[in-house]
């Protein structure tokens, strides 16, 4: 049997999903073991029982200045940013998609725009950002937004133009306006690819997060990584990227749940 037409079972499914990740496991604790032997001070590779350390002092210890439990208070400044910037880009993205893919005239200026938006590196406009929108919340939250705005409207623009347009002219023939055929046939065609771009810019959207946070913050989870990094505090970074990448995951995980379960007929319908 050729090896393109092999599908793993179920319980070998699991099992190729948890062996790279005991692989590199292994291979970090070793090395890191055969460092800490040669130099018991070595900050790079740090042991499982310095990151437990770490996490039970950063997340289960008061922090003596603010009183505070860094861990969860960097988690919740960071969550609510990110929150806001995708509920923004979200709504943004939803709007111009539709305007642009749907209506001609509109989509005819619109659409090379979004195209020439989407190529700006975000980064690149953060010092305008801070100049404009000061040091504050606001400007990390517009970093998000501006950032995958542009992709999120590209991608929902190109799924209203696949809609059937023998579905247009059916409503048309029964007298839809333009108002309604977007209420009740664009956009609930549009809904769920939403969810689905949503999921493929979560990780462009935490880049944005960790880099205006690094920059310009007093917390959040990228602000206390680059503070610790200039003690080369890896029993703390390492802990903190696993908690993001963890938080990352469950944000894919509930969005495609989400989309499972408030639009069924999605799947079957692309198939």
């Known amino acids: 049997m050729r090896l393109i037409n092999r599908h793993p079972d179920r319980s070998s499914r699991l099992l190729l999903v948890i062996l790279p990740l005991v692989l590199v496991l292994c291979a970090y604790f070793v090395s890191s073991a055969q460092r800490l032997a040669d130099n018991p001070n070595d900050k790079l590779l740090p042991s499982a029982m310095q990151m437990s350390d770490a996490v039970k002092r950063m997340a289960f210890t008061e922090d003596k200045r603010s009183g505070a439990y860094l861990l969860w208070q960097d988690t919740g400044a960071s969550l609510q940013r990110l929150g806001t910037g995708l509920a923004i880009a979200a709504g943004a993205g939803l709007c111009l998609g539709i305007a642009a893919g749907t209506l001609p005239l509109v989509g005819a200026s619109l659409s090379p725009m979004l195209v020439v938006l989407s190529m700006i590196p975000p980064l690149a406009i953060l010092p305008i950002l801070f100049i404009v929108f000061g040091l504050g919340e606001l400007s990390k939250v517009m970093l998000i937004a501006i950032g995958i705005t542009p992709i999120l409207a590209r991608d929902l623009e190109q799924r209203a133009r696949e809609i059937p347009v023998e579905l247009l002219i059916k409503a048309q023939t029964l ?25 493929l810019v979560l990780g462009s959207a935490w880049l944005f997060l960790i880099a205006a946070e690094a920059i310009a913050s007093e917390n959040g989870l990228g602000y206390r990584i680059f503070l610790v990094r200039r003690y ?34 999605y799947e079957g319908a692309r198939a």
């Open 175 to 199: 007298g839809a306006s333009t108002w309604t055929l977007v209420l009740r046939v664009v956009l609930p065609q549009l809904l769920p690819r939403l969810l689905i771009s949503l999921r």
């Open 232 to 265: 080369l505090a890896m029993d703390v970074i390492l802990p903190y990227v696993v908690w993001i990448t963890l938080l990352a995951w469950l944000m894919d995980w509930g969005l495609r749940t989400l989309t499972r379960r408030a639009f069924p007929w």
